[in-house]
């Protein structure tokens, strides 16, 4: 078997003092969508934020092979520079740093990175708005300050422009789905699976199975104090939906516990 | 030690005032005697009080800064180029160096309407009746105001009469390139009714050598008048700088100040603006920028006398190093300023865990029907956003450049003559650590 894109084995995570994640194993292959789904408090966003480098959450066991490398010894900017890409479930706000500007150094970041000449301002902006219909994004967002004023569906969008136009190798999206109304949805939806392909991996973060009817995941995994007690195609998905995560929880308490 | 300091400037007063500009002129001589006698009665001020509080102008005492009898220093016309903004602020420019006008590397612009821009020094010398209005009368704020009037013997003067604009940004360029000197420019800007200016206070001088810059500044708008003021404190990296800015208006005037402290050891600027009279708008703007050991000190002073005031006063700091900074804002409403606007803001962004300041916001409101507010922030730069800016690719050290430049990218921002704008974004980028590149990726 070719070894998996992502490998996360026995990963525990400590934030202020509490244990968030309790052993995470999870294989991700290239080129497949894994949706992580679990109550608030699983740890869901733990997760997705020790994956991109967020260094006040504490790993105090396990380990994480990106494309054979050690993950959790990478600063995040040079995750991001390796393919990783992580579209926040609370977008920050940045007064005064322009929304283009940003883009902008970090698109040249990575070009930088991977030994190409910047791309001028003009061919930039060409690119940029090019990609900016694909998620129906007013140019004028381009020029205001990120996040700043943006409304809830904007900032998501904004994320999903961000992650068009840094075209990762594995994104990961933080409950990119949640909050949004259905237009919206369809939006995020649809820079989603234009930008699936073979050479893209992505690990959807989420709450509901809402998105999931737009976007079919290879693999749904069900996050639980912790840890993934549950993986399926995705039917489990839409067993939850029905069930809620009572049902995983009640099943759990009747097994023995493993540790 | 205070009192020796005192001293050696009253006996630098006896050594040179027979040789100020307008000495021999009664009311000059008068004006100035007064004064001296002011400061010798206060001397410095000392710690204790609560205005000096937080900064103590001891290294002014521990120097023996001469007034020079003449400048020795040949400045080059490439010197004050490069020094100047360019093309559209080149009209009118006056070069000040170490207290002394040099008309050779100045340059007046035509004016029309009877409008004055010109040396003070020559002024005084020459038609002193012009700006004996201005001068006399009122003891002055501060020991350093009273010190100014004493030994003010240039500077400049700007007079616009009723409905006069200039249209030209005016660039007053003080100069100290003698160690040890002292230097008490006064600037003169009056703007009669309906008359519109915008005047660059600029302040400089080389790193390295110790030298004490004390200004003075008198604004008078006058009804329905608008009047720009920049006040760009470039000083060099050892010098003491210390302003005093007084601001009258009257009726429906404007003014709008903006502080850019950058240089110097030691810098306190005082602005005091009184609104006397109905609808007038004061805007402050401000910005402080400290590394090393350096302190830069506002203290600042709105008062409304009458109603239908608006004032807005936004000043923000940065502060690395060992540097201190200090923000002392006070707005003031009569009871008669009824119906007054007022916000106050100060915002600070500490690099260093051994950077300090001081913020200190007064509402003193004595009228009932007035809309007030403040704001003050001490911080340090925001985890989320360096981790955000981080997860995008970009490396540590520019996302911090980067967060600390926007920290203060609305104030410059507010800077309306775009050559100084682009000054003093450059000016500030040069100080941050890793500041050019955000040039290089912009």
Request: proline share 4%; charged share 25%; hydrophobic share 40%.
């Amino acid at each position: 078997m070719i070894s998996p894109l992502l490998s996360i084995r026995g990963l525990q995570v400590r934030v202020a003092d509490k244990q968030i994640l309790r052993g995470i194993d999870l294989d991700v292959g290239a080129g497949e969508v894994h949706a992580i789904m679990g109550p608030n408090g699983s740890g869901k966003s733990t997760l997705a934020q020790v994956l991109a480098g967020r260094e006040s959450f504490e790993v105090t066991a396990g380990e994480v092979l990106y494309r054979g490398r050690n993950l959790l010894a990478m600063p995040a900017e040079e995750r991001a520079r390796a393919g990783i890409f992580l579209a926040f479930q609370y977008p920050v706000e940045i007064p005064g740093v322009s929304n283009v500007y940003l883009l902008k150094a970090a698109f040249n970041a990575l070009r930088k990175h991977r030994g190409l000449p910047p791309l001028d301002a003009m061919d930039f902006l060409k690119l940029v708005r090019e990609k900016g219909k694909l998620v129906e994004m007013g140019e004028e967002l381009l020029y205001r300050a990120v996040n700043e004023g943006f409304s809830g569906g904007e900032k998501k969008r904004n994320e999903i422009l961000q992650m068009v136009v840094l075209e990762p190798k594995l994104a990961i999206l933080d409950e990119t789905d949640s909050g949004l109304d259905i237009d919206a949805l369809r939006v995020v939806a649809n820079g989603v699976n234009a930008m699936r392909s073979p050479e893209r991996t992505m690990i959807l973060v989420t709450h509901y199975q809402r998105l999931l009817d737009y976007v079919v995941p290879d693999r749904v995994h069900v996050l639980l104090q912790g840890r993934i007690v549950r993986s399926a195609g995705q039917e489990l998905a839409l067993e939850l939906e029905q069930r809620g995560y009572g049902w995983v929880e009640s099943e759990l308490a009747e097994q023995p516990r493993a540790t | 030690m205070s009192d020796q300091a005192r001293n050696h400037f009253v006996s630098e007063f006896e050594r040179c005032s027979a040789s100020f500009a307008g000495s021999g002129t009664p009311w000059i001589e008068r004006m100035r005697t007064l004064a001296l006698e002011q400061f010798a009665a206060s001397g410095f001020p000392s710690p204790r009080e609560e205005e000096w509080k937080y900064t103590n102008v001891e290294p002014i005492t521990r120097h023996r800064f001469e007034v020079p009898s003449r400048t020795r220093a040949g400045i080059t016309a490439e010197q004050v180029a490069a020094l100047a903004f360019g093309e559209d602020c080149l009209e009118h420019l006056l070069v000040f160096v170490d207290g002394y006008y040099l008309p050779s590397l100045s340059k007046l612009g035509t004016l029309s309407g009877g409008a004055v821009i010109a040396s003070l020094g020559e002024v005084l010398a020459r038609e002193p009746w012009r700006v004996e209005p201005f001068l006399v009368g009122g003891a002055a704020a501060t020991p350093f105001a009273a010190l100014n009037t004493a030994f003010a013997a240039e500077g400049a003067f700007i007079h616009l009469p009723q409905g006069v604009a200039i249209e030209a940004p005016i660039h007053l360029l003080y100069l100290t390139a003698t160690a040890e000197a002292v230097t008490h420019p006064l600037t003169l800007v009056i703007a009669e009714q309906g008359a519109r200016v915008a005047v660059i206070e600029h302040h400089s001088g080389a790193n390295g050598t110790s030298y004490f810059t004390n200004a003075a500044t008198r604004v008078v708008v006058g009804a329905n008048a608008s009047v720009e003021h920049y006040k760009l404190q470039q000083e060099g990296d050892s010098a003491v700088h210390v302003a005093a800015i007084q601001v009258r208006q009257e009726r429906d005037s404007r003014y709008c100040s903006h502080s850019l402290a950058l240089g110097g050891a030691l810098a306190r600027t005082d602005i005091n603006a009184s609104l006397n009279d109905t609808g007038c708008e004061c805007t402050l703007n401000g910005l402080y920028v400290a590394g090393g050991d350096q302190l830069l000190d506002h203290h600042t002073r709105i008062e409304h006398a009458r109603p239908h005031g608006i004032s807005r006063e936004l000043y923000r700091g940065i502060l690395d190093g060992r540097a201190r900074g200090v923000f002392a804002g006070r707005v003031i409403v009569h009871k008669k300023a009824q119906k007054t606007d007022a916000y106050l803001a100060n915002h600070n962004l500490l690099l260093s865990p051994q950077a300090e300041v001081d913020t200190k916001p007064q509402l003193e409101i004595y009228a009932d029907d007035v809309k007030c507010g403040h704001g003050m922030t001490v911080g340090q730069l925001d985890e989320n956003m360096l981790f955000y800016l981080r997860s995008r690719g970009i490396p540590r050290d520019l996302a911090s450049a980067l967060l600390t430049y926007a920290f203060v990218h609305d104030v410059i921002g507010r800077i309306k003559l775009a050559p100084l704008r682009t000054r003093i974004e450059d000016i500030v980028l040069q100080r941050l650590p890793e500041g050019r590149l955000i040039r290089e990726h912009a």
